[in-house]
């Protein structure tokens, strides 16, 4: 499935493209947090954070910008940056 595809489901409220979504993605997500966090808690943390934002707002992920997991890891990265500040 395309990511436009995933995009068009999660955009009509298909909770089953969620799903789709955090399984072809979520160890890629989950991945980059531990390694920025060096923490598996706020790694799992940042990982439900990311796809509850996919979630709520489908909208904010445009694919012709590049590709879902690229949006969802860069998400991660942020969310990880930030933890690592405060943490």
């Known amino acids: 499935m395309s990511d436009m595809d995933l995009c068009a489901r999660l955009t009509a409220g ?3 493209a969620l799903a789709d979504a955090y399984d072809e993605h979520g160890s890629y997500v989950y991945g ?3 390694k920025v966090t060096g923490s598996q808690a706020f790694a799992e943390e940042i990982t439900q954070g990311v796809f509850v934002a996919l979630w709520e707002q489908p909208l904010s992920y445009d694919p012709s910008l ?6 969802l890891v860069s998400r991660a990265l942020h969310e990880s940056a930030l933890r690592s500040k405060v943490g």
């Open 66 to 71: 590049g590709s879902l997991r690229g949006w």
């Open 14 to 16: 298909d909770l089953d």
């Open 32 to 34: 980059v947090a531990v």
